[in-house]
């Protein structure tokens, strides 16, 4: 049908160099982050949409635009330029700031020559290549529900107590039956110390990782989660500076594998039995019920409901608490 190739013809996708122009939006760099030779890189509020409105002078080798909710960019200057004309100096110019001369990128890496913009203090400054292990990124953003995804395993604890061990169990072969029936799909279950002997031998390599139970009944918790701002033992969850006491506390939160630069770990984890029995009211699996980075509520939620979470909120983008966005029921 000639109307139909006619069409075609005339939208090609235009190569990354013939682009001088680049407005791109999104909710999240961990569902969308690139377009052309700009990336999003992490944001100022979490899941808040995300803006770059960008100009590219290629003649005076200038970059002019605006910025919304984004902390660090990067301009992949091998794809907007051809390979001939990648060196040399360029001005790039945002938000109205100062004008930033570059004259070095980072290294070549899969083809790509970066420029690493950081926003702080609402000034950008050119920055080094950010080591993907301390960093929020594409690969790796949250929330909680990301951990779901990157061949993930679950681990349940057997160092705890005959009843926590059951209960670290049973939870794990129960989040693999559901996601069997809701996603059509099979999950490793493994216990701590089968992950701990693997994980030394790589097998579960770059594999992201559910954790179930706390610091004192899972044997994988110090190597994964030991350096984590949460922390949950029993009677106690330590979030950041605070600490809540209690049995009945359950806790959800994501924070980035040790030793990967893209996998993450998750913990379902409570502060004793009622807090792990708890964590079977969370349903994390189901369609449009989202949780943050971190969540960590008491067993009054089942009669008070959703608006009495003990703490909630986000990591800032270097996965600290202090830069993150939480709130608190006081």
């Known amino acids: 049908w000639p109307p139909l190739f006619a069409f075609l013809t005339s939208h090609t996708i235009p190569r990354p160099d013939e682009v001088r122009r680049i407005d791109f939006i999104t909710a999240s760099p961990a569902v969308s982050s690139r377009t052309h030779w700009l990336s999003i890189e992490a944001q100022l509020k979490a899941l808040l949409p995300s803006k770059v409105h960008v100009e590219l002078d290629a003649e005076h080798r200038r970059f002019r635009g605006t910025t919304e909710n984004v902390a660090r960019l990067a301009i992949d200057l091998g794809r ?21 001369p570059v ?42 529900k990301e951990a779901f995804r990157n061949r993930f395993i679950l681990v349940f604890g057997t160092k705890g107590t ?3 061990n059951a209960r670290s169990l049973a939870k794990a072969r129960f989040d693999a ?3 069997w029936y809701r996603g059509n799909g099979s999950v490793d279950i493994v216990p701590d110390a089968r992950f701990l002997q693997s994980d030394r031998a790589d097998e579960f390599r770059d594999r992201n990782v559910i954790l179930y139970g706390h610091s004192e009944s899972n044997a994988a ?10 922390q949950v033992r029993r009677g106690q969850v330590t979030l950041g500076r605070r600490t809540v006491s209690g049995d009945d506390l359950a806790c959800l939160f994501i924070r980035p594998r040790p030793g990967s630069d893209r996998a993450s770990v998750a913990a379902v984890s409570g502060s004793g039995l009622t807090g792990l029995r708890l964590t079977e009211r969370l349903p994390y699996f189901t369609s449009g019920v989202a949780y943050p980075d971190c969540l960590l509520l008491g067993a009054k939620s089942l009669i008070e409901g959703s608006r009495t979470p003990i703490a ?19």
Do not use: H
């Not at 100096?89 to 930033?100: H, K, N």
């Not at 970066?114 to 290549?129: D, E, F, Y």
């Not at 918790?221 to 949460?230: F, H, I, T, Y």
């Open 80 to 100: 907007a330029f051809p390979d001939a004309k990648v060196s040399g100096p360029f001005v790039i110019e945002l938000d109205g700031g100062a004008m930033l």
């Open 177 to 179: 039956e559901t996601f």
């Open 221 to 230: 918790w110090p190597a994964l989660l030991g350096e984590s701002p949460v």
């Open 312 to 330: 909630a909120g986000y990591f800032g983008a270097n996965w600290d608490v202090e830069s993150g966005e939480f709130a608190w029921r006081d």
């Open 103 to 144: 004259s070095m990128v980072s290294p070549p890496s899969n083809g790509k020559r970066l420029i690493w913009l950081v926003r702080s203090g609402g000034a950008w400054s050119v920055a080094q290549s950010p080591p993907p292990s301390s960093r929020k990124g594409p690969d790796r953003q949250g929330p909680f």
């Open 162 to 164: 005959p009843e926590e």
